[in-house]
């Protein structure tokens, strides 16, 4: 949009007057443009500010503290544009980042009140980029020919109507509702050659996870082997933060069960015996990372680790000074102190448990999963944390998943778009000993581990079931058919976009997002179609024709 002499400033009025509005200044020749106006709803416009009380004191004290009525400011703001604007064009969602109804700002019912315009509802389909010209295009009916005048004309060059052809053919096809050769769809032949059983097996659980969320990304990252460009980081990345929070608990732990014969029991440890050993870890495997940063925001990174597990003198970041001012607790400290007030008899017994075949540190043989029909699935992994508990009847296996983001919901476990859990329940029969795993009680659950010091242990997967015989179920028939029809998926070439929603599936940080046409409104008849493809896989979480009981069921 072209802003000509448009100018927005603030001017104050003379000192000595009584009051201190600020104006809005706009030239002579007023402006002549066509402005959107986008977001306004009663969250962001107008604003009303929210102030400690002893600031809103501080504010009445002088004049020249005065911050004036920010909701007056905004109408007066609005109402300015819209007196000196040719057109403007008002845009309010219909929803917000996580899919829920939005209202619209109070200013717009009384505009709407004074003029006597009726809002228009519905989706803009207006042109907005090459793949939204191409989907345009690709609506009407005589589009070849639409393409062929282009280039008659000599609007278009020759590789230019060729590539608009192409572009306009995969429009139409990823416009419908079904499957078609555009929307990731590939004959098991060529499968077998770009991603074959000995390149895709043994599969991770996150790599299977990746798949749920969405086909064709994965199918981008892990067939055509398309990285994402780099990007120009401060700090370490989510995944080397991970990284580096599990060397540090894994060699905590492993460190203190030598000294023990039962389990690591933090409690017959002195808490600053504990707080000085983690941070000599901590210190020690941040010195041995395979990343390297420096500067202000790295020092914030450290403190939120660091803070509260040692002195000034001995803390690995510049603190006491702005803006290095540490929370007083960091994740480190926070971790300790909640381990050492949790109750219960469990010990941490296995760190970094590692399954299946191929790993660098490990000469396990394979571990594959057996469906109902007797064909397997090979997996592999390490499991962050295994913690047995003798007391009681009978002992209890507790697995822990480290997470340094948020954790999953557990639902998302049972709806078939998470597998980590079950995954590591079923290897848990490879790594312990005895037959614990046959006589123990099961339980799994993520360690939100979250810096500065988010720390949360949700309840685990068994939780969602009504018994031990349930669960192990689910496990043993329900976990291992939807393994083999995710690999039957892969194998017959299924890498279309993603059945979740745009949120569950991250499409806002997505490099594919604008070409992938993912919208909503016809997320529900996707779906549908999908799931009459009987080598796709559809988690029972999108689905509403069954729930976990039916698919638990004997029939």
Do not use: M
């Given at each position: 949009m072209?802003?000509?002499?448009?100018?927005?400033?603030?001017?104050?009025?003379?000192?000595?007057?009584?009051?201190?509005?600020?104006?809005?200044?706009?030239?002579?020749?007023?402006?002549?443009?066509?402005?959107?106006?986008?977001g306004l709803t009663s969250e962001h416009f107008p604003v009303t500010p929210e102030r400690p009380a002893f600031f809103e004191e501080m504010t009445d004290a002088h004049p020249r503290f005065d911050t004036g009525d920010e909701r007056l400011r905004g109408r007066y703001l609005f109402a300015t544009l819209l007196a000196n604007v040719d057109e403007l064009t008002i845009i309010t969602p219909e929803t917000g980042d996580d899919e829920s109804a939005v209202v619209r700002s109070p200013v717009l019912d009384e505009l709407q009140?004074?003029?006597?315009?009726?809002?228009?509802?519905?989706?803009?389909?207006?042109?907005?980029?090459?793949?939204?010209?191409?989907?345009?295009?690709?609506?009407?009916?005589?589009?070849?020919a639409a393409v062929s005048r282009a280039g008659d004309r000599g609007d278009l060059s020759p590789e230019q109507t060729n590539r608009t052809d192409r572009g306009i053919r995969c429009a139409a096809n990823r416009g419908t509702a079904g499957l078609s050769d555009h929307d990731g769809v590939l004959d098991p032949e060529t499968v077998a050659q770009v991603y074959p059983p000995s390149?895709?097996?043994?599969?991770?659980a996150s790599r299977i996870e990746r798949y749920v969320e969405c086909g064709f990304k994965f199918y981008a990252d892990e067939v055509l082997g398309i990285e994402d460009p780099d990007d120009v980081e401060?700090?370490?990345?989510?995944?080397?933060?991970?990284?580096?929070?599990?060397?540090?608990?894994?060699?905590?732990?492993?460190?203190?069960?030598?000294?023990?014969?039962?389990?690591?029991?933090l409690t017959e440890f002195d808490r600053d015996d504990l707080a000085t050993h983690l941070r000599e870890i901590a210190v020690e495997e941040l010195r041995d990372a395979d990343f390297e940063y420096d500067g202000l925001f790295y020092e914030r990174w450290k403190a939120e680790l660091f803070a509260g597990l040692c002195d000034g003198e001995s803390a690995p970041y510049e603190a006491g000074s702005k803006p290095h001012d540490a929370p007083e607790q960091g994740l480190f400290a926070t971790f300790l102190d909640n381990k050492l007030s949790r109750d219960g008899a469990d010990r941490p017994h296995l760190f970094e448990a590692p399954f299946g075949e191929g790993l660098p540190d490990s000469d396990g043989g394979p571990f594959t999963v057996e469906r109902p029909d007797g064909s397997t699935v090979s997996i592999r992994g390490y499991i962050d944390r295994v913690d047995v508990s003798q007391g009681g009847e009978q002992p209890t296996l507790t697995l822990y998943d480290y997470k340094t983001g948020r954790a999953p919901y557990i639902t998302k476990t049972t709806g078939g778009t998470k597998f980590q859990l079950p995954i590591y329940l079923l290897a848990t029969a490879e790594v312990v000993d005895g037959d614990l795993f046959e006589e123990g009680s099961l339980s799994a659950t993520y360690y939100q581990v979250r810096p500065p010091n988010d720390l949360k242990v949700p309840r685990g997967v068994e939780s969602k079931f009504d018994s031990e015989v349930e669960l192990r179920r689910?496990?043993?028939?329900?976990?291992?058919?939807?393994?083999?029809?995710?690999?039957?998926?892969?194998?017959?070439?299924?890498?279309?976009?993603?059945?979740?929603?745009?949120?569950?599936?991250?499409?806002?940080?997505?490099?594919?997002?604008?070409?992938?046409?993912?919208?909503?409104?016809?997320?529900?008849?996707?779906?549908?179609?999908?799931?009459?493809?009987?080598t796709a896989y559809v988690p029972l979480r999108v689905r509403d024709d069954e729930d976990i009981e039916a698919v638990m069921s004997d029939d």
């Open positions: 072209h802003l000509g002499s448009f100018s927005i400033r603030r001017v104050g009025l003379q000192p000595g007057l009584e009051t201190d509005e600020h104006l809005l200044e706009i030239p002579v020749d007023r402006l002549s443009l066509v402005v959107v106006l986008v009140r004074v003029t006597g315009i009726e809002p228009q509802d519905g989706l803009d389909d207006r042109v907005g980029s090459r793949e939204d010209l191409q989907r345009h295009v690709a609506a009407t009916a005589d589009r070849r390149e895709r097996e043994p599969y991770s401060v700090v370490p990345t989510p995944l080397e933060t991970g990284s580096y929070v599990h060397d540090v608990l894994e060699r905590f732990f492993a460190d203190l069960q030598d000294e023990t014969e039962d389990g690591a029991d689910f496990l043993n028939d329900v976990v291992p058919e939807w393994l083999g029809q995710i690999d039957e998926a892969i194998a017959n070439g299924r890498f279309h976009t993603t059945l979740l929603s745009a949120r569950g599936a991250n499409c806002r940080y997505c490099d594919y997002s604008r070409a992938c046409d993912v919208r909503h409104h016809r997320k529900r008849e996707f779906v549908d179609k999908v799931h009459e493809d009987d």
